[in-house]
């Protein structure tokens, strides 16, 4: 009898642990960001920390103003720097900023928040979140508040306009923008013979097969599969990533890339099949520990931690704008990187906060701050000018190599970027396509499966759109 | 209770204080019953709701689309490479989990001086997060700089792409997984060994068996509660893992190492495709519930209360 009883007792427990366990799974898919809370949480509790303290300090009656940011490392303690100067400079406004994880699990924890207490009045975002933020309607556009607080934007980048810009009206405010570009060990190149580093897809395969023969131990070319590398190296080569002109004109419904990273990956496969390219999967940290122990030769990734990368290396280091294949010309890049929203709703006085801290953060002495301490390039004119932006690209004139991918790049439909709620995901499917080449697959199949895979998606989500 | 009390009272006012008073049972449910219902319950339900919906990327339900959600999920390939991924994944590292976890309670279990250092040892994984551990094996598993490659190579092989490797990369998840989860469910064996009585053992000395012997007649049938504890909340976290994957592979190369729990994790928080997500959860619902029920049909037999 008593082993009936325990044994019955046993099995409901077990049940019930089952359940409960797998519901928790579900339910926060529907008001939770557990998940998303986790890798944020450490750098988080540090600057609350910071900030708390700080506030305290200033009290009185500051408003407050709350600052979402994805900065991490060595780009977050400028950041800090930059929002610290900010409160000083002024008695009004105090802004509390807070790092919140990766651009996309920030996105989602505000939304998550409903724009309810405790949720961001300024929020950073990346390229990708654009569109889905648009959608959320959570946020409100920069444009109304630009006239109405008489905010002086004839300085702004206007490529950096250009990508920020839709339905005719700037939505948010540029704040840090960086571009894929080539790293590359300028000295192994010049051993190879190459003073200047090859612009097309045909000249870096050539080098590679040079840096081999040399006998040198060095893998020339090191590759992750990078979403955002792909889609501006299709847009660089002239092609529209999704239809009805990047998503621009009216609502994207399917992926037009197809030419373009067919002739990519085919580049990729074949520096692959030469026993010139290693991969590192999709992970970017292990990558640049490569290129820093020497390991490989070259890689592409962000330019937003280029003066990390230059400062790490004990050798020189070089960069370069993306590559094109032979016979086709550089379009150039979209202003990818970052963007600050204004959430909707805010009452007046923390609108007001709001815009002078833009004024702040967009000023060029500002700006030419910000950029020499991370690898960001300016989004405004002026700090091009100034004088510590001129001594830090004479000091480093890598940086300047990548704020000319984008200065030079041209201003159309194609170099305004994709306008796609469902960009990660469309990254993502081009990360599995590529992560198929490397694993030796046909190229072809892997670009349809890609294709599939994101018109679904964007056809689902499309039709949520209220 | 309440029988109890009642002589107590006056005859008249007894049945009046009866109604007025709640079954005391309640009372005592009422905390866990509400965070279930709150915490638990209704998003479950809400999740359920959800799925037959087409949503907006915050999660307002726009269209009834029936199943139509559902029926997008199982005609995508990749949905049902996740799933093959997820079985694969329950089969490497649940058995060996809990075989390797019996193993080390087996051979730590005895008196010996010293031995706690080895017990220590056994069940220090308990100890370490997701994320320092994932950290660490990142380093390990580096295509390049990784100190298994160097092993590898030391021995004249080919560098192995232990996590960029299509064929590879679900197998290196799984050992670590296997590595992470060891020490719980170590720890839980040992105090199953622990509660048997020795004059089990002095029998099977009398009678002259083995350790095969010892092991399978004595020690398997008296830990079996504590083994079925093991292997169900090995199976469920299996299912659910999230950390791991995150961090080593974030779903790659190729989709070979995405789970359920980590593509709801991406529709939901960064494609937000809420109704996509809300059926996928209500599918992983669905299976654990389905395979802890079979597993536990299967194992009941075997179980052997004292």
Known sequence: MKNRVRKTALRVMACAAA????????????????????????????????????????????IQISFWHSMSGANQEVLDSIVADFNASQDQYEVVAENQGSYDESTGKFFSMANGDGSADIIQIGEQNLQSMVDSGMVQSVSALIEKYDFDDSDLLEQAVNFYTVDGTLYVMPFNCSSPVVYYNAQ????????????????????AEKIAESGSSVMPVGMYAYGYALDQMVTNMGGYIINNENGRS???????????????????????????????????????????QQQIGMYIASSAGARNVIDTCDFEVGIAMLPVPEGTEAQGVYAGGGALCVAAGIDEATEAGVMEFFQYVTSPEVQATWAAGTGYYPICNGAYETESMLATYEEYPQLKVSADQLLNSKVNSITAGPLLSQLPQLRTDLVAALESVFNGGDVDAAVEEAVRSTNAAIESANQGVA | MEYVHAPLHTVEAAPAVQKKRLPLWIIYLLPSMLIFLIFTFYPFVKTLVTSFFATTNTGALTQFIDIQNYVTLFTDPKYLQNLGNTFLYLLLTVPLTVIFALLLAVLSCSNLPGMGIFRTIFSSTMGISVAAGSVFWNLLFHPTAGLLNHIVTAFGSKPVGWL??????????????????LGFSYLVLMGGLKNIDDAHYESVEIVGGGFFYRLFKVTIPLISPSLFFVFTTALIGAFQSFGLIDMLTAGGPNNSTNLLVYRL??????????????AQGVVLFLLILLVSQLQTKLTERLVTYQ
């Open chain 2, 164 to 181: 960029t490797d299509a064929n590879c990369a679900l197998l290196s998840v799984s050992a670590v997984s296997i590595w992470m989860n």
């Open chain 1, 19 to 62: 359940a409960m366990l797998a519901l928790t799974g579900c339910a926060s898919s529907t008001d939770g960001s557990s998940a998303a809370n986790t890798s944020g949480s450490s750098t988080q509790s540090n600057t609350a920390a910071e900030n708390g303290s700080s506030a305290d300090n200033t009290a009185g009656n500051k």
């Open chain 1, 188 to 207: 192994l190149f010049k051993d190879a013979g190459y003073e200047e580093f090859p612009t097309t897809f045909e000249g870096i395969t050539e080098a």
């Open chain 1, 250 to 292: 009216d609502r994207a419904t399917e992926v037009t890339y197809q030419e373009q990273i067919t002739t990519i990956y085919n580049w990729i496969k074949d520096l692959q099949d030469k026993g010139l390219l290693l991969n590192y999967g999709s992970d970017g940290t292990n990558t640049l520990s490569g290129f820093t």
């Open chain 2, 265 to 278: 994790y991406k529709d939901a928080f960064v494609n937000f495709r809420i109704g996509s997500a809300s």
